[in-house]
């Protein structure tokens, strides 16, 4: 295994990227995501959480759209535990990122429980579209540095505006939390199943929402995901079986030339 990941960073290695080019990415990706920490901040405030609440959320969750599906649940209403559920099978995509991460980055036993805390969305996007293990480090720990500081510190700014305007809602700030979610989601969706699965969760999630308590359409939403990907492979079995009756009556209409 080492020497085939020797052997690939050596492949990778012509086409060598500047670090400065690396850095100059990391940063575009963690300022920019990062100042949509305000959106959060405002919308925990409105839902009820305090102060030391919200800037917790940030510092030990550090995942975005774990942290507005929380905070939207508990605004909506929702118990407790079943808010915590949806933001857990949410932030459970995290964990796969990790282990395609522990291979590229191969970093030091002693620094992979901290580095763990910064492996979300941007930061493995930045890591992934480097060409070597060096710039894959270097894009990894400034894109995760950048955003976990500005999430943090303009999580704190949002949620003292919101105490300081009163009801956000009255403001319409209760749709930014949604809206920065979207946003962030939306180009992520390349394919046509996971275009799919998106609109079929969002049908399941509005559907079921005037019939079920408050958090609980958002956890029937991830129903989607198997939905999505049991029709697709009975499509693509049936598009196997249709491939191979063609091959075999081609076969057949050959032979039956030759005779």
Request: charged share 15%.
């Given at each position: 295994?080492?020497?085939?990941?020797?052997?690939?960073?050596?492949?990778?290695?012509?086409?060598?990227?500047?670090?400065?080019?690396?850095?100059?990415?990391?940063?575009?990706?963690?300022?920019?995501?990062?100042?949509?920490?305000?959106?959060?901040?405002?919308?925990?405030?409105?839902?009820?959480?305090?102060?030391?609440?919200?800037?917790?959320?940030?510092?030990?969750?550090?995942?975005g759209?774990?942290?507005?599906?929380?905070?939207?649940?508990?605004?909506?209403?929702?118990?407790?535990?079943?808010?915590?559920?949806?933001?857990?099978?949410?932030?459970?995509?995290?964990?796969?990122?990790?282990?395609?991460?522990?291979?590229?980055?191969?970093?030091?036993?002693?620094?992979?429980?901290?580095?763990?805390?910064?492996?979300?969305?941007?930061?493995?996007?930045?890591?992934?579209?480097?060409?070597?293990?060096?710039?894959?480090?270097?894009?990894?720990?400034?894109?995760?540095?950048?955003?976990?500081?500005?999430?943090?510190?303009?999580?704190?700014?949002?949620?003292?505006?919101?105490?300081?305007?009163g009801?956000?809602?009255?403001?319409?700030?209760?749709?930014a939390?949604?809206?920065?979610?979207?946003?962030?989601?939306?180009?992520?969706?390349?394919?046509?199943?996971?275009?799919?699965?998106?609109?079929?969760?969002?049908?399941?999630?509005?559907?079921?929402?005037?019939?079920?308590?408050?958090?609980?359409?958002?956890?029937?939403?991830?129903?989607?995901?198997?939905a999505?990907?049991?029709?697709?492979?009975?499509?693509?079995?049936?598009?196997?079986?249709?491939?191979?009756?063609?091959?075999?009556?081609?076969?057949?209409?050959?032979?039956?030339?030759d005779?």
């Amino acid at each position: 295994m080492a020497e085939q990941s020797a052997l690939a960073d050596l492949r990778r290695g012509d086409s060598e990227k500047p670090d400065a080019a690396v850095v100059r990415d990391a940063l575009g990706v963690g300022v920019a995501v990062g100042l949509s920490g305000f959106a959060f901040g405002v919308t925990s405030a409105g839902s009820g959480l305090t102060l030391p609440q919200t800037c917790a959320l940030s510092l030990l969750v550090f995942t975005g759209a774990s942290q507005f599906a929380l905070v939207g649940a508990l605004a909506t209403g929702g118990n407790p535990l079943t808010a915590a559920a949806g933001a857990f099978f949410l932030g459970v995509r995290n964990a796969f990122y990790g282990l395609r991460l522990s291979q590229l980055l191969a970093l030091p036993r002693a620094v992979r429980p901290f580095a763990a805390q910064w492996v979300i969305d941007e930061t493995t996007a930045v890591a992934l579209a480097q060409p070597t293990r060096r710039s894959a480090r270097i894009g990894f720990t400034v894109t995760g540095l950048t955003l976990y500081v500005l999430w943090n510190l303009t999580t704190l700014l949002g949620a003292l505006g919101a105490q300081a305007i009163g009801d956000t809602r009255a403001w319409g700030l209760d749709a930014a939390g949604p809206a920065v979610f979207l946003a962030l989601l939306a180009p992520m969706l390349r394919t046509t199943a996971e275009r799919a699965v998106a609109g079929a969760a969002v049908v399941l999630g509005l559907g079921l929402l005037p019939v079920l308590p408050a958090g609980v359409p958002v956890l029937a939403a991830a129903l989607a995901a198997p939905a999505v990907l049991f029709l697709e492979g009975r499509r693509a079995a049936a598009n196997a079986r249709g491939a191979r009756t063609e091959t075999v009556r081609k076969a057949d209409e050959t032979r039956g030339g030759d005779r």
